[in-house]
C-alpha cells in the first residue's frame, strides 16, 4: 500500500499535475497582484515612452548663438545656413560678451563666432568660424561640435567652389553610416530597450516573487507535500516565461510600428536568442532569491547585478569599444552584452551567423549554468 | 533496549537529537539539545514550553526541514536524514506562518495543495463536503484567503494540511491570536479527526489548557525535555499544592495575586473569579510531586479563608519550570513620578464614550457603543475576531475619526482636540512597532525626544526606564535581538516615557509563553496602583479576571459589560458548575449570534 503511494508520487503523470497547479497558482496571483503588472506590463511602457520619445541622441533645435563681428555678404550666408539648419534655433549678436552672457545662463548650448577678418582670411582661403560648446554634458557637447563644424565647412567648402566656377568643391566629404542611414538613434536604442524589459522580467520580477515566498512562509507549507524542487522551480519559470515572451512581442510589435526599426534578421532567430536570454535571466532571478531569502535584498542584488549592467554594460547606452580595458573585461561575463549584440546584429544587419552563432552558444550556456545553479541551492531545508 | 521493529511501530523516534544555531551577534544557541521522544501512532501530543524553548525546531526537524546536528531521527520509520521527501509526501504540516496565499481564494488554496498531494477528483469532491461542514468555510469559498478573518485563516490553513488524510500532522502553534470561538472550533476538528481517522497529531501551543486535552505532553525548556509523560503526569505535581483563597474585604483580587506571586513560598498565583489561585512551592519536586511535601502556607494568607483545589496541567508546568530556576521575578515600578494614587472614594472618569459608531462605507465596524472607565482601573475589551476591538482604540487613541457619538478622554473631546489627549496617553500595538535596528537606549531616547522630554527630564525617565523594565543589561543591543519578553518590555517602557495618564495595550500577550504573561500583567496591576489608568485587548480569556471592568464585543456591538464575576454570573444558568471567563465568553457570544440569525431568518 505504502509501497504503491510512493512510487505514485514519482510518476510522470502526477509530477505534470503538481506542475501544473503551480503554475496555475502562479498565474493567478500573477494578475491579481498589481505589483506584478507594474513590473511586467507598465515598466516596460514606461520604459518604452521615456526611452522610445523622451530620450532620442539625436540633436534638434540645438540653441545657439551666432555672433557677427562683423557683417559682409560671406558672413551672412553662412549665418543664413546656420538658421535654415533644422538642427539649431539661432540667436543672432553682434558682441562676444552677449554671447557670453547667454551661454553663462545656459540659454544657448554653443556659440559660433565669426571674426572681423573672415571675409578677409575667406579671400586668403583659410578662414575660421569659431565654435564654442557649452560642455556641461560631454555627449551632448560633441554631437553639437559635430553639426556645427559640419555646417561650417560645408558652407565654406560651397562658397568655395563657387570662387572656382565649377560645382564640385576640391573635396567633397561623403558621409554615410551604415545599417543606420538616418542615424536614428532608436535603431540602436529599441534593441537595447528590449534587453532591459527582459532583463526587468526575469531577473528582478522573479527574485522578488521567489523571495517573497521564503519571507511569508508559504514555501515552508510547499515543502512539506510531494513536490520537488525542480517541480517549484518550473512553476516558477513557466509563467514568467510566458510573461516575458509577452513583454517580447509587445517591444517588436513597438520597434517595428512605432519607431519603424527595420528587421533585417529573421524573427525566428530573435525569439530563440531572447527566449535563451530569458531562460539566463530567470536562473539569475531564481539563483539570487535562494541566496537572499528577503524581497528587500533580493532586490537589491537583482538590480546591482543585472538591470545596472544590462543598462550601463551591455553596450546599450555606452559603446563597449570605448570603454577602459578592465571594464571591458567585465562586460565578457554579462550575459546582456551578448544578447544586445545579438539584437543589434539581427535587427539592424541581418543573420550574419558568424556573429550570431557564437553569441548563441554563451548565452545557452549562461542558460544552463544559471538554472543549475538556481537548482543547487534551492534546498527544502530552513534556518 | 528498543529494537528496530518496535520504532517502526512508532510515528516519531528520536534519540539524543542536537541542533544549535549561530545568532548574528556570534553566539550559539542550543535550540535542541540532546532531545529524545517517542509519539505513538493515533495520538494527539502537545510540544509545551516557553518562548525559545526549540519547539519550531523540532516540528521543522520531524518535517524534514531542519537536519539535525546529532542523533537519530525516525518519522513513520524513516530516517529523516536519508529520505526527507518521503517523509514530506506522506505527512502534513502547518508551519505557524500558516503557508497560505493571501492573494488566492479559499477554493484556490484549496484546490492547490489537493494538486500538490495527488488528491483525485472524486476523493477531493468528497474530502472537500466533510472539511466544509468542519470549518464551516462553504459561504467563503470564493473569497480571497487575505480577506478572512485571523480564526477563520488558520480554519483554512488546516483544511490545506487535511485535503487528504495525512500519516502524520504536526502543527506550530495553530490557535495563537485566534479568538476562544475560533479557537474550540479549530480544537472540535482536530479531536474530531484522532477519533474518527485515528490521525497521528504533534502539536506546539502556548495555551497550556489545550495540553490537558491532548494524550501526551512533551515539555521543552531551552532545548531540552524536562518532562514526557500523558498530561496527567504533570498535572499531579501539583497535586495537593494548589489552594483559592479570599482577599480580604474590599480588596481587589488582583492586588492580592500581586502579593501572592511577589512571595517566595509560592510558584504561581493568578486571579480568579474574585478568588487567588496559587500553586505552594516547596524545597524540591524532584522525581516528580509525590515525593516532595508542599511547603508550608505563606504568612501573608493568614487569616484568609485558603481552600484546597484540584491541580490543572498549568500549575504543573509552572512548577517544572519553577523548578529550572525560571519564574518571573517580583517586579518593581517605582514612582510613575506626577501619577498620584488612587483614591478609592473618589473615582473619577477618565474616558467616557457615548454612542460610537464608525462605519467603513456600508460595514458598520463599531455600532453604538458606550462605556466609562475611572482612573487607576483595567479595563478590558474582549470580542472574537473582527469584533470592532481594534477600531474602537484606535478612535480612542485619536488614531481614527468616528463617525458619530461622543468620545472624551482624560477630559478632552476628541473629536476637537486630539493632540491635547494624545499627550495624555500610551499606546503599545499590536506588533512590535520599534525600530529593530536601534538598540534598546536608541529607541528610548528617539521616543522620548518624540514626546518632547528634554534635558534632565528625559535623562531620568530613561533612566527609570532601563532600571524597571530591566533592561540596563541589554541597554547596547539591537532591539531586533531581544528575547520576546524583553521587546514587550521595551514597547511598553517607551509607552510610558512621558508619564501618560492612560494606557492602550492591543493584545499584549498574543504569543506569549505562560511566564512573560505573568510577569507583564505583574506590571500592569503596579501601574494600575499607581493610578494609570489601562485599556487592554486580550484572547486570554482567563486574563480578563485582572480587569476591574470589561467589556464584550461582537460585530461592532456591546454584548455584555461589568465586572468579571458580573459577566461570568451571564452564563451562570447554562449548567450547574461554575463557568470560567472563556465559558462565559463563549456563551455570551453564541447566544448573541443565533439570536441575530433567527432574526435575519425572521426578515427573510
Known amino acids: 500500500m505504502k509501497q504503491s503511494s510512493q512510487t505514485e508520487y514519482n510518476s510522470l503523470s502526477s509530477q505534470i499535475r503538481r506542475i501544473a497547479a503551480l503554475v496555475r497558482k502562479e498565474s493567478r496571483q500573477m494578475l491579481r497582484d498589481p505589483s506584478t503588472i507594474l513590473i511586467g506590463v507598465m515598466m516596460p511602457a514606461l520604459l518604452i515612452f521615456i526611452f522610445g520619445f523622451g530620450l532620442s541622441l539625436d540633436v534638434k533645435n540645438v540653441p545657439i548663438a551666432l555672433v557677427l563681428e562683423h557683417r559682409s555678404t560671406e558672413a551672412d550666408e553662412l549665418a543664413a545656413g546656420f538658421e535654415l539648419s533644422p538642427y539649431f534655433h539661432t540667436t543672432l549678436l553682434t558682441s562676444m560678451p552677449a554671447a557670453q552672457q547667454l551661454m553663462n545662463e545656459r540659454k544657448v548650448d554653443g556659440v559660433v563666432r565669426i571674426r572681423q577678418n573672415f571675409s578677409r582670411q575667406l579671400a586668403f582661403n583659410n578662414a575660421e568660424a569659431e565654435v564654442l560648446v557649452h560642455g556641461s554634458d560631454a555627449n551632448y557637447a560633441r554631437i553639437v561640435e559635430g553639426y556645427a563644424q559640419g555646417a561650417v565647412s560645408q558652407s565654406l567648402m560651397r562658397k568655395r567652389a563657387e570662387e572656382m566656377g565649377t560645382d564640385i568643391g576640391p573635396v567633397i566629404i561623403h558621409n554615410q553610416t551604415w545599417f543606420n542611414k538616418n542615424n536614428d538613434s532608436h535603431f540602436f536604442l529599441v534593441p537595447g530597450l528590449i534587453v532591459l524589459i527582459m532583463t526587468l522580467i526575469g531577473a528582478l520580477l522573479t527574485a522578488l516573487l521567489m523571495a517573497r515566498e521564503w519571507e511569508q512562509g508559504t514555501l515552508e507549507a510547499i515543502f512539506v507535500t510531494p513536490v520537488r524542487v525542480g517541480e517549484i522551480l518550473l512553476g516558477k519559470i513557466i509563467p514568467y516565461f510566458g510573461l516575458g515572451v509577452i513583454g517580447l512581442a509587445l517591444c517588436i510589435l513597438a520597434a517595428q510600428f512605432l519607431f519603424h526599426v527595420p528587421l533585417r534578421g529573421s524573427l525566428a532567430v530573435l525569439a530563440v536568442s531572447s527566449m535563451l536570454y530569458l531562460l539566463v535571466a530567470l536562473g539569475m532571478g531564481l539563483l539570487i532569491s535562494a541566496a537572499t531569502k528577503n524581497q528587500f535584498l533580493a532586490c537589491q542584488i537583482a538590480i546591482i547585478v543585472s538591470y545596472l549592467p544590462a543598462m550601463m554594460l551591455s553596450g546599450f547606452l555606452f559603446d563597449i569599444r570605448s570603454m577602459p580595458a578592465a571594464v571591458r573585461m567585465i562586460t565578457r561575463v554579462l550575459p546582456a552584452r551578448y544578447y544586445n549584440e545579438l539584437l543589434q546584429t539581427i535587427f539592424l544587419a541581418g543573420d550574419i551567423w558568424s556573429i550570431i552563432i557564437p553569441d548563441l552558444i554563451i548565452v545557452a550556456g549562461m542558460a544552463t549554468a544559471f538554472l543549475s545553479l538556481a537548482r543547487i541551492k534551492t534546498k527544502k531545508k530552513l534556518g | ?604
Not at chain 2, 479568538?179 to 490521525?199: A, C, F, M, T
Not at chain 2, 495618564?501 to 496591576?525: K, M, N, V, Y
Open chain 2, 1 to 604: 533496549m528498543k529494537t528496530a521493529e518496535t520504532d517502526k511501530e512508532l510515528a516519531i523516534s528520536g534519540t539524543s537529537l542536537c541542533k544549535a544555531f549561530r545568532r548574528s551577534s556570534g553566539d550559539t544557541v542550543h535550540a535542541l539539545d540532546h532531545v529524545s521522544l517517542a509519539i505513538q501512532h493515533g495520538t494527539l501530543t502537545a510540544l509545551v514550553g516557553p518562548d525559545g524553548a526549540g519547539k519550531t525546531t523540532m516540528l521543522r526537524m520531524v518535517a524534514g526541514l531542519i537536519t539535525p546536528d546529532a542523533g537519530k531521527l525516525a518519522v513513520l520509520g524513516i530516517n529523516v536524514t536519508d529520505d526527507p521527501q518521503q517523509i514530506q509526501s506522506r505527512i502534513s504540516y502547518m508551519p505557524q506562518k500558516f503557508g497560505l496565499y493571501e492573494d488566492l481564494s479559499v477554493q484556490e488554496n484549496l484546490d492547490l495543495y489537493a494538486d500538490l498531494h495527488g488528491v483525485t477528483s472524486e476523493a477531493k469532491n468528497l474530502r472537500y463536503a466533510q472539511l466544509m461542514d468542519m470549518t464551516n468555510l462553504a459561504p467563503f469559498m470564493g473569497r480571497l484567503a487575505g480577506r478572512l478573518s485571523g480564526g477563520m485563516k488558520q480554519k483554512l490553513g488546516l483544511a490545506c494540511t487535511l485535503v487528504r488524510s495525512p500519516e502524520l500532522l504536526l502543527l506550530d502553534e495553530p490557535t495563537v491570536g485566534v479568538d476562544p470561538l475560533s479557537r474550540r472550533e479549530l480544537w472540535e476538528i482536530i479531536l474530531r479527526l484522532v477519533k474518527d481517522e485515528n490521525l497521528t497529531v504533534l502539536m506546539s501551543t502556548a495555551y497550556l489548557d489545550e495540553a490537558e486535552r491532548c494524550n501526551h505532553a512533551v515539555v521543552l525548556n531551552q532545548g531540552k525535555v524536562l518532562v514526557q509523560s500523558p498530561p496527567s503526569g504533570v498535572r499531579e505535581l501539583a497535586d495537593d499544592r494548589v489552594f483559592l483563597v479570599a482577599p480580604h474585604a474590599g480588596q481587589p483580587a488582583r492586588s492580592l495575586q500581586a502579593q501572592c506571586f511577589d512571595d517566595a513560598g509560592i510558584v504561581d498565583a493568578v486571579p480568579e473569579g474574585g478568588l487567588v489561585r496559587f500553586v505552594l512551592g516547596s524545597g524540591n519536586i524532584n522525581g516528580g510531586g509525590s515525593n516532595a511535601t508542599p511547603g508550608p502556607l505563606p504568612s501573608l494568607l493568614s487569616g484568609l479563608a485558603v481552600k484546597p483545589v484540584p491541580a490543572r496541567f498549568e500549575d504543573g508546568f509552572m512548577l517544572l519550570l519553577h523548578h529550572q530556576g525560571d519564574k518571573a521575578e517580583p517586579v518593581s515600578v517605582g514612582a510613575l513620578g506626577k501619577n498620584v494614587p488612587v483614591d478609592k472614594g473618589h473615582r473619577e472618569v477618565v474616558i467616557e464614550v457615548t454612542d460610537l459608531v464608525k462605519k467603513f462605507g456600508l460595514f458598520t465596524a463599531v455600532d453604538h457603543v458606550s462605556f466609562k472607565v475611572c482612573r487607576g482601573e483595567i479595563f478590558g475589551l474582549l470580542g472574537p475576531n473582527g469584533a470592532g476591538k481594534t477600531t474602537t482604540f484606535r478612535m480612542l487613541c485619536g488614531l481614527l475619526a468616528a463617525t458619530a457619538g461622543s468620545l472624551r478622554v482624560a477630559g478632552e473631546d476628541l473629536r476637537v482636540a486630539r493632540a491635547t489627549a494624545r499627550q495624555r496617553i500610551g499606546y503599545v500595538a499590536q506588533k512590535f512597532a520599534l525600530y529593530g535596528q536601534l538598540s534598546v537606549l536608541e529607541n528610548l531616547e528617539f521616543f522620548a525626544s518624540a514626546y518632547g522630554l528634554r534635558g534632565r527630564r528625559k535623562r531620568d525617565r530613561i533612566e527609570w526606564a532601563l532600571q524597571h523594565f530591566e533592561l540596563s543589561q541589554l541597554a547596547k543591543l539591537p532591539s531586533e535581538q531581544l528575547p520576546g519578553g524583553y521587546k514587550q518590555r521595551l514597547a511598553m517602557a517607551a509607552a510610558l516615557l512621558h508619564e501618560p495618564e492612560i494606557l492602550f495595550l492591543d493584545e499584549p500577550t498574543s504569543g506569549a509563553d505562560p511566564l512573560a504573561r505573568r510577569e507583564f500583567w505583574r506590571r500592569i496591576t503596579a501601574f494600575a496602583e499607581q493610578g494609570v489608568t489601562v485599556i487592554v485587548t486580550t484572547h486570554f480569556m482567563e486574563e480578563a479576571e485582572y480587569c476591574d471592568h470589561a467589556l464584550i464585543q461582537d460585530a461592532g456591538r456591546l454584548l455584555a459589560q461589568g465586572t468579571p464575576a458580573e459577566i461570568r454570573l451571564l452564563a451562570y444558568s447554562r449548567d450547574g458548575h461554575r463557568p470560567s471567563m472563556e465559558d462565559a465568553f463563549i456563551a455570551i457570544v453564541e447566544q448573541s449570534r443565533t439570536k441575530a440569525a433567527t432574526a435575519t431568518k425572521d426578515a427573510a
